[in-house]
């Protein structure tokens, strides 16, 4: 097992590095660098006094040195944990610091409620394969996985926020607020962002544990549980669930990526202040500092989670490692 | 036949019957796919959606006029509603004036009983309860207004106020219940009354300028035409007054301003003024390009002149209708010609009395599924911006698809250092974060492109970004594939290696494409609607479903202006719906056990 993980972390460094090129090439080609920025705050300064800022910005920022220089002292600058300035001036990881807590809190509670609906869900309709109960949950998924985002967004704020007026359209609760009652305010902001991410979550994983279920429960080591007398429950959950939970275990970790990815949409129609309507406010104010570091954050959760897929793979079923 | 019996039928002959093979019992297995997908009621309804949906879109296309840069804000954010022209039966022989506002109608009928028929704006349809059976005797609109008059003399007024123009001082309001109303007026946010003691009172307005009258002209005002920005007025000795500083107070030609012309007719349209002389002669003056000067005289006695808002109608004593104006779109010039005993207009409503009393009317028959910010038809747009839509999703498919089958393909058979390679290469094109990266991308090259570039990017980085999954499954199929029997048995006949790539593996592995184009096109045309949605995707004013739903990000929006984002996101669900529901059946034809699996 040991063997394993170094080998797959050995096939992660390129892929890191390939990585971290495709995204400092794209901070290259963002149109207007740092100085540009610098300058065109400070428009008010003589012409002479521009130029000596001009050439003390682009040493500052290490622009008169050849692009893989550049790279080299951009990746150790990242390692270190130095992601850059905003165009105001903080540093990037102050500026992300709340945006990233806030996505985190609130991918959590999405992962953990779809983790426990799906699969319960999943196992009840594979049990009660073609019965209504499993229709039903086909049916939501099909609808689920065509149903753009936003529109689930929409539909929640326009129903329980603007017409029953139950809860906040979306935002943020008040900073004055603290204790038991900013949670509980947080708690109601969260709530139908919660609902939004967790219906398309759902959709895709319900019926992926689903066909595990069914694919497991076809099994012969089933047929011979059964005859040997068992309990359709120790059948159901002790057999057939425990294998099962190996293309389950996959599909929700690799999920996760998605999901940080994925909730720029419902982030910006909540209003959440989060790493992805972070992502769209930063593009939309040219501020490419935050935009590089959010692509990497989620470039890297992604490579974790692709990583702990595997491992947790090779864990469950041995036969992995040694193809 | 005769019944056999136990006897007969153990030691009689046996009688050998030679089948016939049944050809049309023998089928292929594409037949066997498409009697599997036959079968799927679901997939086929599913088929029969998207099918439906796509030629709405292009048929309906090729049919509806569309401009993408037309905008007209006079009509912004109207609820559904196709029933502006529809007044009352009643109506007809019975009418004694009908004002229109952009989207509804009032009319008096000759027993002063009002009627009125369209879709609210702020309320201006909303008639409170206690007029309803009051008698009246002027009702005026603006475009989101009304001012009426009762028989009494008693000044109503409901709808928008947020120019305060619903709400009269107490000078004014003494000043108007002692004398006797003439005339009551209503543009842009103010309201007014013409007295018969020719006197003018005007309220409400944001903008001073638009509603500012000198003192001497308002004690002689005999007529006056509200516009949105203007108001025109005729005074007593016949000379033309303008407000506002707009083309339409400046440039009003000095032969009417000090009364050289004796006016007798005055009429407006958005920015153009109409007047008609005790002699018969038309002049005009205001905006130009819009067709709406006057460029010949006319011999025929001139009954009346009327304006909307990009027309006028010339209406002879001899009952025929001339019309002017050359940037009416909603079929404003569409007139009645011949017998017309009176006519009406308004922003872009027209109806005409004929001589037999029917009325006629013609113009704006109203948005089906309403309006957007710009004045835009929701529906026009949602059928335009349907075939960007589904043409995005076809191209990121097929980009997708072909890259998909070549790397999956080539790594599948090549093997070894390439394989490795390959595959790690999609093993970093899937660890490259779709949706930011995809909006970083689109952000930053797209400022440098045009419209239609653009479009094409957002569909190549789509599809250049989405192949990873097609590549494994075809790799996976092929590494299976060519360890079967029966590709060895090509492989010991000699046959060549692409050969048989090409004639025994590559069937498989394109029913496996297809499926897989089929079951991610619903996803492209999501994230299309997604990245547009953001203000990342599709620019407008080319519209696509996303990029409609844009305004959706706005709560007002969602609170007052649902059809703007519930008809767009209809779209996108029901089409995506379709194509996985036939994307489903496809999947479960070609591979009746996947669903099991």
Known sequence: MFKYIIKRIFTLIPVFFAMSIIIFGI??????????????????????????????????????????????????????????????GKPVTQALAEPMKNTIILNLFVILISLTISIIVGIKSAVKKGKLYDRFWQVFSLVGTSMPTFFIGIILIFI??????????????????????????????????????????????????????VDALNQDYIRTARSKGLSEKVVVYSHAFKNALIPVVTIVIGSIGGLFAGSSITETVFSWNGLGSRLVSAINARDWGIVMAVNLFTAAIYLLTNFITDIAYALVDPRVKLS | MKKKTIFGKLFSKKEVVIKEVDNSKIITPGQAV?????????????????????????????????????????LQNIAPGANYLKAPASLNGNVKKIVSGTSFSYAIDKSNKLHYWGVDVDGALKVPEKLKSKSFSDIAVSDNHVVAVDSNG????????????????????????????????????????VMENKQIHVWGTNSLEQIALKTDWKTRVVDAVALPENIILLLDDGSVKVTGINILSSSLPESLANGEKKVVKIAGAYLNGLALTADNELISWGGSHRGLEITKQYDKKIKDIVGGYAVFHILFEDGTVETLGTTAVYGEQLSVKENVDTIYAGYFQNYAVMKDNTIKPWGLKGFLLGSD????????RLVHGGKTSLLVGIVAVLISTFIGLLIGTIAGFVGGVVDNVLMRFSEIVTSIPFLPLLITLSSIIGTRLTQNQRMYLVMVIIG????????????????????????????????????????????SVLSIAIVNMSLSYGGMMLTEAGLSFLGFGVMPPTPT???MLNGAQKAEVIQFYWWRWVFPALAVFITVLAVNLAGDGIRDAVD????EK
């Open chain 1, 27 to 88: 901070s290259q080609m963002t149109p207007g660098n740092m100085v540009d920025i610098k300058l065109a705050q400070n428009a008010s300064l003589k012409q002479a006094d521009r130029e000596i800022m001009r050439i003390a910005l682009t040493k500052k920022y290490g622009l008169d040195k050849p692009i893989h220089e550049r790279y080299v002292i951009w990746l150790k600058n990242t390692f270190t944990g130095d992601l850059g300035e905003t165009v105001d």
């Open chain 1, 160 to 213: 329980v926020a603007i017409n029953l007026k139950l809860l906040p359209t979306g935002g943020m609760p008040s900073v004055r607020l603290e204790g038991l009652s900013y949670f509980v305010e947080l708690l109601r902001h969260m709530i139908l962002p919660i609902i939004t991410l967790t219906i398309g979550s759902l959709a895709g994983t319900v019926r992926y544990v689903r066909n595990a279920m």
């Open chain 2, 34 to 74: 498409f009697n599997n997908f036959k079968s799927n009621k679901l997939a086929v309804t599913g088929l029969f959606m998207f099918i439906l949906v796509v030629a709405t879109v292009f048929i309906g296309s090729a049919l509806l006029k569309f401009d993408e840069n037309y905008v007209q804000t006079t």
């Open chain 2, 154 to 193: 008693e000044l109503h007024l409901w709808g928008n106020n947020s120019g305060r123009q619903l709400e009269l001082d107490e000078v004014t309001e003494r000043k108007v219940s002692t004398g006797q109303v003439k005339k009551v007026i209503a543009g842009r946010l103010y309201s007014g009354v």
């Open chain 2, 373 to 380: 910010e710009f004045g835009r038809d929701v529906f026009v």
């Open chain 2, 464 to 507: 250049v970004l989405s192949w990873v999954g097609l590549a494994r499954l075809v790799r996976g199929q092929i590494l299976v594939e060519r360890e079967k029997d029966f590709v060895l048995a090509a492989r010991a006949l000699g046959i060549r290696q692409y050969k048989i790539i090409l004639k025994h593996i590559l069937p």
């Open chain 2, 545 to 547: 479903w996303g990029n």
């Open chain 2, 592 to 595: 009746p056990k996947a669903n």
